[in-house]
């Protein structure tokens, strides 16, 4: 029974990884400024250069994950506080797929902030690192992904941080890739390419939010009714 109770905890380990993995790579496809910036940098410093503006992204990444995971884990485990919460991250991620869908448009439902700029290629890492901070929609976007995950799919906290680890991880094996493409050639996606690919990321988004209310609204009212 040990036995089995063991590999039962691995392939579930390996299943939220998995999960995570997968949510993270979808939100990659959406091309912004970070992942041309290190497009950028491999493709005039070389993939070295490429490497560690990606590892500060993922850096900065985590740490907006973690932070996310933290002020969640706590009170979400009452379920009035689930409910409110769980319309909160519908909110926030239909906000991040609407604001995805406006700028292929060349508009903007949110600002971008830009709290450091620095210039000089020495600083690569730094740079990277503070762009990806500088935006200030990061961690209420993890904050409702996560607290969407916790409510609809009754993940455990062992299960977040997994789940965590693995959106992480899609930041690196994503721009690792993009620090390569980078490195051999010069040219990138052309504008037009880029635009549909933000935009069905956006209307992903927003569908997953609008879904995301009504199958609570349904678990509530069998609940009720039951």
Known sequence: ????????????????????????????IAIGPISIYVFNISSNHGFIQGEIAATAVTLADSLFILL????????????KVKKYVTLFGAIVI???????ILEVFGH??????????IQSNNNVFLYAFFLTCANPLTI?????????KLSKENYNKKDMYLFG?????STLIALTSVSIIGT????FLSENIVGILNGIVGVVLVIYA??????KREKSQITTIN
């Open 140 to 148: 209420l976007f993890w904050a409702g992904v996560f607290s969407s």
């Open 68 to 79: 996310a995971l933290l002020g969640l884990t706590t009170f979400l485990e009452h379920q």
């Open 1 to 28: 029974m040990m036995i089995v109770s063991t590999m039962w905890n691995v392939r579930r380990m390996k299943m939220m990884i998995f999960k995570g993995l997968k949510f993270g790579m979808l939100l990659q």
């Open 108 to 117: 903007g439902l949110l600002p971008n902030i830009q709290l450091f700029h």
């Open 94 to 100: 239909a906000i991040f797929g609407i604001n995805i």
């Open 165 to 169: 680890i693995g959106s992480a991880t």
């Open 184 to 187: 051999i050639t010069k040219s």
């Open 210 to 215: 609008i879904k995301m209310i009504f199958i």
